[in-house]
């Protein structure tokens, strides 16, 4: 948990709960949580046992295996539950829990984190003639790095007809997923974005880089970029909670122009007068 150092003790705080990809950790995206942090956020980190660091670990001929299993049905639905129990647990701590403003709660997350998010914005999936339906109501907002499709799955704009929140999404052109038997690329990105429903959402894709560059690594998509990638996205996601939550758009309408040089696209349907840069490649 990432808090702000300077918060009075009676001010109520807006909560970012972080779900890490496949393989990461709790530790894994502390350039955000401390950023958030710094500008008034608390900002909760989880560690999904099952689909964390640990699978980096023991015989390497296994690590497909692995990684194939921390993939499957049963680890995405445990992801939801893990967000849902750190929640319960953290509303109901007397001391930090009145901390906390339960009316903004954002959900973020890299990767299979995305997923973890997008599920429990309410996504539903068809699996085994039964509709997996994980939707956790407390969330307000959600922030999606590098959110791939549902594995197996080509209707997108119906899995995500449910979800009713703004949200924030960002990937590159280069964020590219490889494992064994699996390969998304940033037409996969556009692709969720393109289904969210709703006007309240921004996508901003990256020229370069890479799928890991979201991540604490500081040398992936090349160092230079790398660094730019993430003093851009840390004063994203601030301009875009401020808007969510009210305060004003303003932060959103000038953030492109700062940044133009590392981007490709940026799109903000429902956001009025934003500037738009786009790459028809992409």
């Given at each position: 948990?990432?808090?702000?150092?300077?918060?009075?003790?009676?001010?109520?705080?807006?909560?970012?709960?972080?779900?890490?990809?496949?393989?990461?950790?709790?530790?894994?995206?502390?350039?955000?949580?401390?950023?958030?942090?710094?500008?008034?956020?608390?900002?909760?980190?989880?560690?999904?046992?099952?689909?964390?660091?640990?699978?980096?670990?023991?015989?390497?001929?296994?690590?497909?295996?692995?990684?194939?299993?921390?993939?499957?049905?049963?680890?995405?639905?445990?992801?939801?539950?893990?967000?849902?129990?750190?929640?319960?647990?953290?509303?109901?701590?007397?001391?930090?829990?009145?901390?906390?403003?339960?009316?903004?709660?954002?959900?973020?997350?890299?990767?299979?984190?995305?997923?973890?998010?997008?599920?429990?914005?309410?996504?539903?999936?068809?699996?085994?003639?039964?509709?997996?339906?994980?939707?956790?109501?407390?969330?307000?907002?959600?922030?999606?790095?590098?959110?791939?499709?549902?594995?197996?799955?080509?209707?997108?704009?119906?899995?995500?007809?449910?979800?009713?929140?703004?949200?924030?999404?960002?990937?590159?052109?280069?964020d590219i997923i490889r494992i064994p038997g699996y390969?998304?690329?940033?037409?996969?990105?556009?692709?969720?974005?393109?289904?969210?429903?709703?006007?309240?959402?921004?996508?901003?894709?990256?020229?370069?880089?890479?799928?890991?560059?979201?991540?604490?690594?500081n040398g992936t998509g090349g160092a230079e970029l790398?660094?730019?990638?993430?003093?851009?996205?840390?004063?994203?996601?601030?301009?875009?909670?401020?808007?969510?939550?009210?305060?004003?758009?303003?932060?959103?309408h000038s953030w492109p122009a700062r940044h133009n040089?590392?981007?490709?696209?940026?799109?903000?349907?429902?956001?009025?007068?934003?500037?738009?840069?786009?790459?028809?490649?992409?």
């Amino acid at each position: 948990m990432y808090l702000p150092a300077q918060a009075a003790p009676a001010q109520t705080l807006p909560l970012v709960v972080f779900s890490h990809g496949m393989g990461g950790s709790r530790r894994g995206y502390s350039y955000l949580g401390a950023y958030w942090a710094s500008h008034g956020y608390a900002s909760l980190h989880l560690q999904h046992v099952g689909s964390d660091r640990s699978l980096w670990r023991g015989n390497i001929f296994g690590l497909v295996g692995r990684l194939q299993g921390a993939a499957q049905e049963e680890e995405a639905i445990a992801r939801v539950g893990d967000l849902r129990f750190a929640l319960d647990q953290i509303l109901a701590d007397q001391e930090l829990g009145s901390r906390i403003d339960a009316g903004r709660i954002v959900a973020a997350g890299h990767s299979y984190g995305a997923n973890t998010v997008m599920l429990a914005l309410g996504a539903r999936i068809m699996r085994q003639d039964r509709i997996i339906d994980l939707f956790e109501p407390r969330l307000s907002a959600a922030v999606l790095l590098s959110a791939p499709p549902f594995y197996g799955e080509s209707n997108m704009a119906g899995i995500l007809s449910n979800i009713r929140v703004p949200t924030l999404h960002i990937t590159a052109t280069e964020d590219i997923i490889r494992i064994p038997g699996y390969y998304s690329g940033v037409e996969d990105r556009i692709a969720v974005f393109d289904a969210m429903p709703g006007a309240r959402k921004v996508l901003a894709v990256f020229e370069g880089g890479s799928h890991s560059m979201f991540t604490d690594r500081n040398g992936t998509g090349g160092a230079e970029l790398n660094s730019l990638v993430k003093a851009a996205t840390k004063e994203l996601s601030i301009a875009f909670f401020e808007s969510t939550f009210g305060s004003s758009d303003a932060a959103l309408h000038s953030w492109p122009a700062r940044h133009n040089t590392i981007l490709a696209k940026f799109i903000t349907p429902g956001y009025s007068d934003i500037h738009r840069r786009a790459n028809p490649s992409y």
